[in-house]
């Protein structure tokens, strides 16, 4: 009896690989704490935390089909799914977070629109809050569909030119640099100064516990980079939350710019989906688009096309999806990888690991995310990244060359998960490589020092991040 428990417990070991009690340069594979789930394949970011109660789980499920299941033109017989539009992207969050994971810019090859690669527009003025001013005709974003009588905003064309270059051992490498332009608008020109920003969908796993970071922490890494004598110096963004109705610090999109993955969801359900809410109510249509205020409305009657518990429950589903395991974290090549990681400073802006306090969701009501050791990669601070990735947009306190460093946890399953490799703001990098290619700015020496390394050490690198 002894022996099978000491021959379970061994199996158990070597089945997971669990590794010694983390410290800051040994990461643990329990990537988010004791919500960590080991999977991996095409379901790995679609699985809630380890550590919910049964009633939790049951709640997650629900939240799961409002986040998945397709929106329809109103009036429609469904009293719970119409009020799709008028004008919007997809018909539901899981059209642009497939499978919880990464979207993929279009296939320009195959004449794609964009759908996952969200196009935000303003004007360069400062608006309410010190947030953005949206385009006076087509708005905050570039809604490329329409309900039936609706005109869609128009065609997004894509393109891509080549830039090339050299590491220092003589190798060569190709990135992608992105044009954006617009054709066929449905309302007229936009604003002559119109600023666009690409935005590709981020995969979602983790993001309850990035919520349960206390600020302070946030602001430590400000701090130390601030004390550093190199270039490295974020900064928080400061964003309108309409839930909390204040200022707070900005966790979510690509430049921090929503405090809140209740404020993310319910603006997502209005600006991509054309779902209108109790904070939200009214459809995303500009005084100049007639024909979208006069479509008909969903929701048969109610002020709102969802509701605040349904809402509700969509917020509880993401703020509980789990992070997965890291894979192959004793693989000698990842550990060589994790000096290298280390050496070349990259750990300065990813932020390895965090313990988790209460989460500030007031709507959440679970106790699975306090507390817990994370390791998501991420200072969730702005940097200015160069010429090479600006967008040229500000948001809120992000300039027009600031991102946010983005977690980097889970990011080895994306092709596992979404069947490709695109990683940035838009996409534009295949893989880790070129990914760090394309840092510049605060991160030039980063970049520099992985030009200098050897095709092994460069290999290494990226099997480390790989294994995140
Ligand atoms: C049209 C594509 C699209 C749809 C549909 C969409 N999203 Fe997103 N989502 C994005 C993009 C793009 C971003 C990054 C936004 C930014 O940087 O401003 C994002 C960001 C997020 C984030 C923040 C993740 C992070 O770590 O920064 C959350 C949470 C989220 N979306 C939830 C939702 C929910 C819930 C829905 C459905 C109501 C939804 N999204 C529908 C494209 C989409
Ligand atoms: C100055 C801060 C900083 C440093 C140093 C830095 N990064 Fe980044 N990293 C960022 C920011 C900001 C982005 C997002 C840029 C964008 O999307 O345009 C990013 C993006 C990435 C991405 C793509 C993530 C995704 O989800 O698409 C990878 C991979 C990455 N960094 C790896 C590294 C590695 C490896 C190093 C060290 C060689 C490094 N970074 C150094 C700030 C930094």
Avoid at 143 to 158: H, L, T, Y
Avoid at 298 to 315: P, R, S, Y
Avoid at 435 to 453: C, D, I, K, N, P
Wanted: glycine share 10%; proline share 7%.
């Amino acid at each position: 009896m002894k022996s099978n428990t000491i021959f379970a417990t061994l199996t158990l070991f070597f089945a997971t690989g669990l590794a010694a009690a983390p410290t800051a340069s040994s990461p643990s594979e329990k990537t988010g704490g004791e919500t960590t789930i080991y999977a991996t394949g095409r379901n790995a970011f679609s699985f809630s935390a380890a550590n919910l109660t049964d009633e939790e789980r049951t709640r997650f499920v629900i939240g799961n089909s409002f986040f998945k299941r397709n929106w329809v033109e109103a009036p429609a017989s469904t009293k719970v799914r119409d009020g799709l539009g008028p004008h919007f992207i997809t018909r539901s969050c899981g059209g642009c977070h497939v499978q919880d994971g990464r979207g993929a810019p279009p296939d320009i090859a195959k004449g794609e629109q964009p759908i996952a690669l969200l196009l935000r527009l303003s004007v360069p003025v400062v608006g309410e809050h010190g947030g953005v001013v949206p385009d006076p005709v087509y708005g905050d974003q570039f809604d490329n569909f329409a309900v039936q009588q609706v005109r869609p905003e128009g065609k997004a064309i894509i393109s891509y030119q080549d830039i090339k270059g050299r590491f220092a051992d003589g190798t060569s490498y190709t990135l992608l640099q992105p044009r954006y332009a617009f054709k066929d608008l449905g309302y007229g020109p936009m604003a002559k100064d119109v600023m666009v920003s690409p935005r590709i969908a981020p995969q979602l796993i983790g993001v309850g516990l990035l919520e349960a970071i206390p600020e302070a922490e946030i602001l430590v890494n400000a701090a130390r980079q601030k004390a550093r004598s190199d270039a490295i110096k974020g900064m928080p963004n400061r964003v309108w939350d309409e839930y909390a109705k204040k200022m707070m610090l900005g966790r979510y999109g690509w430049k921090a710019n929503v405090a809140s993955i209740a404020h993310q969801t319910g603006g997502a359900f209005n600006g991509d989906i054309g779902i209108t809410s109790s904070l939200f109510p009214n459809e995303a249509c500009t005084p100049q688009q007639t024909d979208c205020l006069a479509a008909p409305r969903g929701g048969h009657g109610q002020a709102a096309e969802i509701d605040d518990k349904t809402l509700g429950d969509v917020v509880f589903y993401q703020a509980t999806l789990a992070p997965p395991a890291r894979r192959a974290a004793n693989d000698p090549r990842v550990l060589r990888g994790q000096k290298l990681f280390e050496q070349a400073q990259c750990a300065a802006c990813h932020r390895p690991s965090y313990v988790t306090a209460q989460s500030p969701n007031p709507g959440l009501s679970s106790t699975a995310l306090n507390g817990q050791t994370i390791w998501p990669y991420t200072d969730l601070l702005l940097h200015d990244m160069g010429e090479g990735l600006a967008d040229g947009r500000p948001d809120f306190a992000a300039s027009g060359r600031q991102w946010k460093t983005p977690p980097l946890w889970g990011i080895g399953l994306i092709p596992d998960v979404n069947g490709h490799n695109c990683l940035l703001h838009d996409g534009r990098a295949r893989g880790v490589l070129e990914a760090v290619l394309w840092h510049g700015g605060e991160a030039e020496a980063s970049r520099q020092r992985v030009l200098e390394m050897k095709q092994r050490e460069r290999e290494d690198l990226v099997k480390f991040v790989e294994s995140l």
